[in-house]
T-cell receptor, first 112, second 116 residues
Framework: DQQVKQNSPSLSVQEGRISILNCDYT??????FLWYKKYPAEGPTFLIS?????DKNEDGRFTVFLNKSAKHLSLHIVPSQPGDSAVYFC???????????FGTGTRLTIIP | NAGVMQNPRHLVRRRGQEARLRCSPM?????VYWYRQLPEEGLKFMVY????????ESGMPKERFSAEFPKEGPSILRIQQVVRGDSAAYFC??????????????FGEGSWLTVV
């Protein structure tokens, strides 16, 4: 049972435009959400997180939006840069539980 | 400040052999996590440890897999009698405090196990 879903395996975006990566979850107990970026043959790198008490969190070019009623979150990257080309994983957890549940990832390609 | 260090980066084992994967957390981090990534899948939680204690092993297969985080030295993920289905990337992560309390969890670069 895939509790965190990233339905787009891949996404291509022109450099300078906005990249929007989407993530859906089914477990209503999740209250903390994270985005990780991963290059081939490397470990995931933390990007940004959001608690369920917020609906938006921003850090530089990265903004995460959370829609609790729709059980949906998205990561916006603007402007997109070539170095953003990577696989992006959405992850979720429940307060007090250290286990992160990951989605299957979306491969983002930034076209110069 | 060195990141989470994992070794070996690549390991090849024949079916039936043992695999030992080591993880040194970041300096000052006492919380360690192990995740596994099978081809074309996301990372799956395996186990969460604090020094000398296994806190949550709900993601560990019931047999052949074990983990430890001794008082001194790295955390070890041990896989006995490996089978082809164990071939995967194994990622270790660490944090200063509990990730659920807002502490950032940092991942190592992974250990790629291939069973032939």
């Amino acid at each position: 049972d895939q509790q965190v879903k990233q339905n787009s395996p891949s996404l291509s975006v022109q450099e300078g435009r906005i990249s929007i990566l989407n993530c859906d979850y089914t477990n209503s107990m999740f209250d903390y959400f994270l985005w990780y970026k991963k290059y081939p043959a490397e470990g995931p790198t933390f990007l940004i997180s959001i608690s369920s008490i917020k609906d938006k969190n921003e850090d530089g070019r990265f903004t995460v939006f959370l829609n609790k009623s729709a059980k949906h979150l998205s990561l916006h990257i603007v402007p997109s840069q070539p170095g953003d080309s990577a696989v992006y994983f959405c992850a979720a957890s429940v307060s007090g539980n250290e286990k992160l549940t990951f989605g299957t990832g979306t491969r983002l390609t930034i076209i110069p | 400040n060195a990141g989470v260090m994992q070794n070996p980066r690549h390991l090849v084992r024949r079916r039936g052999q043992e695999a030992r994967l080591r993880c040194s957390p970041m300096k000052g981090h006492s919380h360690v996590y192990w995740y596994r990534q099978l081809p074309e899948e996301g990372l799956k939680f395996m186990v969460y440890l604090q020094k000398e204690n296994i806190i949550d092993e709900s993601g560990m297969p019931k047999e052949r897999f074990s983990a430890e985080f001794p008082k001194e030295g790295p955390s070890i993920l041990r896989i006995q009698q490996v089978v082809r289905g164990d071939s995967a990337a194994y990622f270790c992560a660490s944090s200063r405090g509990q990730g659920s309390s807002g502490n950032t969890i940092y991942f190592g670069e992974g250990s790629w196990l291939t069973v032939v």
